[in-house]
């Protein structure tokens, strides 16, 4: 594919400077996602602005792709990028690439419903690739970037959530506003 020592060479970088320097590669990313005219979102990460909505029959306006749709496209996009990373880095020629996330779901566990679970009940991917190596050396590199990828992990192993609130009064606010 096109942009193979492009990558080969960013991804090579990279690599150097957080084997010598591993505090580059620690942080915190922020996006913000605000709620407007219903079920509406906005998202902002530095200059990304993205909207999500549900469609019409869950009460939405149809506005963007819903928050399955964004999920699924970061696991999915995660994967390729990650694949063909690791393809330039091991020298493994990618003709052609495509993934494919199946998400099994059961919307009865959004709505508080029997004992379903409110997220996916299994997820699976579908790598369809086009390279003139071999089965085998596919097959490895494959497996090299599916133990580096951030989403799979992300989606494979349990995290700790919290939540934070801030709470901000309406009674308060109109009356520091009045005085």
């Known amino acids: 594919m096109e942009n193979f020592e492009k990558i080969q060479t960013a991804f090579n970088r990279q690599s150097e400077v957080l084997n010598l320097r591993s ?3 620690i942080g915190t990313a922020v996006t913000k996602v605000r709620v407007r005219d219903g079920l509406t979102c906005d998202i902002e990460e530095g200059g990304w602005k993205l909207t999500a909505d549900m469609n019409p029959k869950w009460g939405g306006n149809d506005a ?12 999915g996009s995660c994967l390729a990028m990650g694949y ?15 993934v494919e996330i199946h998400a099994d779901y059961d919307t009865r566990g959004m709505c508080g419903i029997g004992d379903a679970p409110a997220g996916y009940k299994g ?6 690739i086009l390279s003139d190596s071999s089965q085998e050396e596919v097959i490895k590199f494959l497996d090299k970037a599916d133990m580096h990828s951030s989403y799979l992990d992300v989606f494979s192993r349990s995290i700790n959530m919290q939540r934070e609130v801030e709470f901000i009064s309406t009674k308060e606010t109109v009356q520091n506003n009045g005085a």
């Open 123 to 128: 997820v699976r991917y579908v790598v369809k």
């Open 84 to 98: 063909m990373m690791w393809a330039a880095k091991l020298g493994i020629d990618i003709k052609d690439l495509e």
């Open 23 to 25: 505090g580059m590669g």
């Open 64 to 75: 963007g792709p819903n928050p399955g749709i964004f999920g699924r496209g970061a696991l």
